[in-house]
Every structure is written in C-alpha cells, then in structure tokens.
C-alpha cells in the first residue's frame, strides 16, 4: 500500500473520514464527475442513498480501470446538492450501502462533503470526485 491514513492528535476523531492521507508513488489517479447513474439508465431521483451508492461504485469501476482501488484512494470529494445537514443519514446510508462490496475503508480517506445548489441535471443529487497514489 503506498498510502498511509492518519488522523493526528488534537483532530476532530468522531469522523467517518481520515484527515491526512500520506503517499508515496509516481501514477497519480483522478476519477471525476462520478453520479448516482447506472451506464445509461436513468438517474433515481429523489433517492439520495441510492445515488451515493451508484456514484461510489461508479468511482470504484473508474479505480478499477486504472489499475487501483479505495485503498490508493487519498482524497474524496462529494457535492450534493441543495446539503442540509439532516440529510447526513441518508447520505451515509448510501455509503455504509456499498462500502463492503467497494471496498472502501472504514473510516474512509480524507474526505470532503460540499453543498452545492445545483449539478449539470436537476435529478443529480450528488456527484463523486476521487484521487489515488499508485507505486
């Protein structure tokens, strides 16, 4: 494994998420624009869980394809649409969904939740940006 996942004294530690990811490495994978849309099914919409779900294994099938997995992975990033902070369950539900079959860490990599009003489709509730470090 070439990265390490850490969260130092004196952090917040009742996160679901890493603070600082340490890499070594020289192949650098970014997957982007990952959403809650199956190939070319339509978007759940409506469904915040199973769309979080469907954008991490979207996330994991673009990891897979280069080669890497969650656990290179050092940096995720979410932006969900109209975030209120009721919907944190909801939002989790979908991650603890898949995370087994994804194989995404428990506590995951450092990780972002933005707030965003809108993404590219109305129906788009959540959209999933990754990094991982290879050897």
Known sequence: MTTRLISPPGMLQQTPYHHV??????THVHVA?????????????????????QALRNTAIGLAGAGA????VVRLTFYVTRWTPDK?????????AVAEDIGLPAPMPPASLIGV????????????????VLP
């Open 21 to 26: 990811a340490v890499s070594t490495g020289t």
């Open 33 to 53: 624009g990952q959403v809650g849309q199956r190939g070319d099914e339509p978007v759940a919409a409506d469904d915040l869980a199973a769309q979080v779900a």
């Open 69 to 72: 997995s969650f656990s290179d």
């Open 88 to 96: 944190i369950e909801t939002f989790m539900a979908g991650v603890q």
């Open 117 to 132: 009003e809108v993404l590219f489709d109305p129906d788009v509730l959540v959209e999933v940006e990754a990094t991982a």
